[in-house]
């Protein structure tokens, strides 16, 4: 059976990227591998074995146009409520707390909050299907 082990976004900014995944999510790089055109820096915590790979291009001159096919990254947490707080008390500018509800029942609690290069992450509360 196949193990998800990471997801990879390209960015423009390395050290802005970096501080941001770090302050957010508490992020940091589990290892870095240098090439002649390129960078690929590999970002974790102790709460998974997920990782997130940065991939850093250096001759980019411009930010990526994302496009209309990317959708997001999302992490759980146990406090949404304390991590929106958290994220706003910071200036990392998280969107507004939502619950989804679209039969009556809240089946989910979360906010989206966009990285340094508009990468849309999902921040929910752990519980249900969203451990």
């Not at 940091?28 to 915590?45: G, H, M, Q, S």
């Not at 706003?88 to 619950?99: E, H, S």
């Amino acid at each position: 059976m196949a193990k998800m082990i990471h997801s990879m976004i390209r960015v423009f900014d390395e050290a802005r990227s970096l501080e941001f995944y770090d302050r957010a999510f508490g992020l940091k790089v589990a290892e870095r591998l240098d090439f002649p055109t390129f960078t690929l820096i590999y970002l974790a915590n102790a709460e998974t074995g997920f990782e997130l790979e940065l991939t850093v291009n250096k001759d980019r001159t411009e930010p990526y146009d994302l496009g209309d096919g990317y959708g997001h990254l999302a992490v759980s947490v146990d406090d949404v409520d304390a991590e929106h707080a958290r994220m706003t008390a910071a200036g990392l500018a998280p969107r507004k707390l939502v619950d989804f509800a679209p039969a009556g029942e809240v089946i989910a609690r979360f906010f989206f909050i966009a990285d340094p290069d508009g990468y849309q992450i999902e921040v929910l509360k752990r519980g249900g299907r969203y451990l």
